[in-house]
């Protein structure tokens, strides 16, 4: 994995994990279809929708090197980090700009490719994201999305505590409006954006961390996450889950990352909609 | 896909999704090192325990042209139809014998290779046999296994009698002492097995069933299996469905296989153990 978390602004454990993805080992489903639309067009346009800080489209604009990404947020904030991010990778054919998934800033045909990762499963109407997203698309172009499968998730071992996080975790998205099966929904999703089935070509991934230093970054992050912040309040007064509850899903992640045979592995769906 | 499915001697839906299983959809975690591998050594030995119908071994036997295939199962009777698969593929390194995972019949270190597809998470000890991979592995050479996940199975839409047939045939395979969570446990399978941590690599595939054509073989073969035969006869006599459960469980394979939005899919575990 390429490395982006060493430098000095590192935004701390709980952006980590989110910055181990690149297109790599996040849109690999997708790099073989860019490679030939490049072939033909070396100027490509790619949109990443929901880029958060960016380590996912800092490396598809390194597998466009003629061509541009705009790497767009709902949240201003995580913005000036993409761009850091994108100066220690030494790229330059990207921009950053802040933006509304279902009121996309650009006019009808605008990118030859429009991507996402990991937002639609977070909506409540994510058919009219996509629907959105081919707006902005060029006849001609793609419209690729990879959103995970929470209940895929696969952890072991089954500590007591682990399996109460997954249980919360799932309930805080499901009842924000979220949707813990989103991976296996994405084709209906697309369908119901008026995508025809013959050009929706569908692909599971998978990711995993089994590696002493990729459990470590997985279990701290997640301990963080229920040690202070959003997650931790929320599910506090929602009433999902106790203090002593996120106590307990803390010392699990903890015991879980020192132990031999620990990995957690989950599923993604994929989906490539020809415009 | 390559088609082993369309020649005369067709053994019949149970065995067709089966007869989908190559090397490249069902081992390609473990095709780049037996490429390296064939590189240093092109005279390659490898075993196939639980080779079932054998389209997994045969494409194998094609990647490893100078080497030879074994292609072992503990079902003498389904072996025959595994040579007339070969014979179809015009492959001839390869040869088949039957026998038992845990008492493998070969001397210690006699494969380069020993690989299995589905078999640990059926049985109540996976880690002996194991064990016995390990055994008749030479050293320097690997054992590599692929075992399924049932519990990470998602099939939309969540047609109720899908989800019936689900908590079926999960009650059914751990009923029989094997594991609906083996793709998950792999590696702690290998540990007990006495593998050392440091030389076992672990990764994740999937499968999935999407298009037209597939969607209609994989609901054909589970609607056989649910209207006669083993799976049937066993589940009646075990108490954990009705006729009319498994009627209901028929019907909505046949409607899921029509629906413009139904996909299914599976994650698998994957281990290499160097020996």
């Not at 994108?86 to 006019?107: M, R, S, T």
């Not at 369908?191 to 002493?212: C, F, H, I, M, Q």
Request: overall charge negative; some cysteine.
């Amino acid at each position: 994995m390429e490395e982006f978390v060493m430098e000095p602004s590192y935004p701390g454990p709980q952006s980590a994990h989110h910055e181990l993805r690149t297109a790599q080992n996040s849109a690999a489903f997708v790099l073989p279809t860019l490679q030939c639309m490049e072939e033909v067009n070396p100027c490509l346009t790619l949109l990443d929708v929901g880029a958060g800080s960016g380590t996912i489209s800092v490396t598809l604009a390194k597998a466009i090197p003629g061509g541009k990404v705009t790497a767009m947020d709902l949240n201003a904030e995580i913005l000036p980090r993409a761009a850091v991010i994108a100066d220690l990778a030494g790229v330059q054919n990207i921009e950053f700009q802040q933006g509304d998934v279902y009121h996309l800033p650009y006019p009808d045909g605008s990118f030859d490719i429009t991507f996402c990762h990991q937002v639609l499963t977070h909506l409540k109407a994510p058919w009219n994201a996509i629907a959105e997203m081919m707006r902005v698309t060029k006849s001609g172009g793609i419209v690729a999305a990879r959103e995970g499968d929470l209940e895929t998730e696969c952890v072991w071992p089954e500590l007591p505590g682990l399996l109460k996080f997954h249980q919360f975790v799932a309930g805080m998205m499901n009842a924000a409006g979220g949707s813990s099966t989103g991976g296996r929904q994405l084709l209906s999703w697309a369908l119901k954006a008026d995508a025809e089935r013959g050009r929706v070509t569908v692909s599971y991934g998978t990711w995993s961390y089994n590696s002493p230093g990729d459990k470590r970054v997985w279990a701290q992050a997640l301990m963080d996450k229920v040690r202070a912040g959003r997650l931790r309040e929320g599910g506090l007064k929602s009433g999902l889950v106790t203090r002593a509850d996120l106590d307990e899903m803390a010392r699990a992640w903890e015991e879980w990352a020192e132990l031999e045979d620990a990995s957690v592995a989950m599923m993604h769906g994929e989906i490539v909609i020809q415009k």
